[in-house]
């Protein structure tokens, strides 16, 4: 199976333990389902991993944008993760969690003033300022706080990860960051320490998504500890924090490799301490931040198949009742997905289609060259895996369709429980003026 937290009993999928069908029929469908127990494994796998390979001060923050909610933002906080949010919403939702703003990064290529002021009111722990602009911005609001604003600065390590083109930033010509290379780092450097309302605690990096080669963070690290040691030449400045990104590789397919995170972060423990005693660099405190890799494989998501059609010598089309509204990412990237009939696992998969979404949109597609059993039929629930990062938080109203609920289960504490409840007419139509 694509992912260890799924089995089949009877025929049928089970997901985290529960019979896929019955959830489908409890709570309706679309459905986002969310592994709970997934969540807190990943969660924790992180943590040691990086307090063995870095020690105490080392600490992984969750990349909110993979997915937020409440009850989500809560578990990260009972897990004791740091939290990267990227908008005031994603700031809001952490409140809301009574998430320790203290362990907070705030992240974005363009903070507004307003952003800038809503973070500092809520006692944001840091920001990662992207460039000298933001610098100056963070510098003068804090001012008029009458507060010294903890800063990390983005730079751009000018390193290609080979993922796709629309995750990779951390190259020279990205919007994220401020280049090395281009010298722009080092004056934002000198900048930041002039000025008086913003204490740079360190330096951050983050070079993809989808990330499968461990090298690229070996690359990324060297550079950035290189970076620390010129600057602490230059300016005698030794930066407190270095903060890795996130990027971890998830397996979407079969094909897909498995990585080993505790293996990984290991080599990059190792590697890290070993520069630094070359450098003469005190070890940072360092900071990675999963997003995907900690909820993509908790969640699944479950449809029920309306129109099958076949076009006689061209293909054959699977309608499901939701589409690039939950998940556009096929759409977005060409992301693949592996897709399943639930109800039919015990039968052979010997018919090939599209699986599509209910939007007038012709790329509304959720995969493509899907084998499914030949008998699907309108009614069957098709089951779509390792659903959980950049699904619920991309999901749009498009055609004006509700969003799916998310349903928290858990094996452990035999319970199902609505995260988010699906959206009515109703809310689709709550804020137009009459
Ligand atoms: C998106 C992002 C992450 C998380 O990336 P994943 O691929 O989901 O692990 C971490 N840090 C920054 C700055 C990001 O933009």
Known sequence: ??????????????????????????????????????????CRTYRTALADAFGPEAMPL??????????LIRIIKEEGLGLDVVSGGEIATALRAGFPMEHAYFHSNNKTDADIEYAIENGIGYFVADNREEVDAVNAIAARFGIRQKILLRLTPGIDPHTYAAVATGKVDSKFGSAIETGQAEDMVRHALSLANVDLAGFHCHVGSQVFDSDVFLRASEIMLGFIAQMRDRFGYTARILDLGGGYGVRYVESDPVIDIPANVALVGAFVKETCRALSIPLPAIRMEPGR?????????????????????????????????????????????????AGKMDQINDF???VVGRCCESGDIIQENVSLPSSVCRGDILAVATTGAYNYSMA???????????????????SETVAVRRETFRDVIALDED
Do not use: H
């Open 1 to 42: 199976m694509i992912c260890d937290n799924l089995t089949v009993r009877d025929g049928i999928l089970q997901f985290g333990g529960k019979n896929t069908l019955e959830l489908a029929e409890r709570y309706g469908t679309p459905l986002y389902v969310m592994d709970e127990d997934k969540i807190r494994a990943n």
């Open 62 to 71: 969750y990349a909110g944008k993979a997915a937020s909610f409440t009850k």
């Open 293 to 341: 890799s900690i909820v993509a494989d908790a969640g699944l998501t479950l449809y029920t198949v309306g129109t099958v059609k076949r076009i006689p010598g061209y293909k054959n089309y699977v309608s499901v009742d939701g589409g690039m509204t939950d998940n556009p990412r096929f759409a977005l990237y060409g992301s693949s997905y592996t897709v399943m009939n």
């Open 352 to 354: 090939s289609c599209s």
């Open 396 to 414: 749009s109203n498009y055609n004006r369709i509700p969003r799916p609920p998310v349903l928290l289960i858990s094996a452990e504490k035999n």
